[in-house]
């Protein structure tokens, strides 16, 4: 009973509620997909919904609380997007620019591909991770996961080449 009146809420409703979702701040591209999921969350919990009365405003509330998660989300990748980007400009120091280990491009090619391709793709350009993660094919979490350990497995191979220099952190490389 409860899940046709909310089928029937949302057939009736529906430009009304992508109009609020928009009115709460979720920018066209992503309000399908928000709807969708709020419905699905919606059908799950459905069951424990006792007050039929309160149906429709259950829904808007489930609704916006999912409009409510996705500007966190966003938020926050926005927030790691920004110390990452704060970290990489700190992390080539113009004077030691010069001096960085060059043995970064012999050890590349040892790398797993997909890793050297992260490493290429992230660290010796200018690109914003979504844009490279788009021209990868593979998702946002996905590449920060791979670059992640792409950096790891980098690190360890230079510590296993160049030794001295890696545990300095390569900035003032005499290995080369």
Known sequence: MNRQR??????ENRRRLLAQLANWGVPSGQREDILHEGVASAFDALDGLNDRQRLEAWFHQLLRNRAMDFHRTRDRESLGNQKWAQERKSFFIPQFQ??????????????????EEVIRQVEM???????????LGITYGNLKVRLH????????????TCEKCAAKGCLDCTCS
């Open 6 to 11: 909310l089928e029937e809420h949302i057939r």
């Open 98 to 115: 010069s001096n960085y280990c060059q043995c970064v491009h012999d050890v590349l090619p040892t790398l797993k591909r997909e890793y």
């Open 125 to 135: 350009t200018d690109d914003e991770l979504r844009d490279v993660a788009t021209r």
């Open 149 to 160: 350990r792409a950096r790891t497995r980098l690190r360890q191979r230079l510590e296993e």
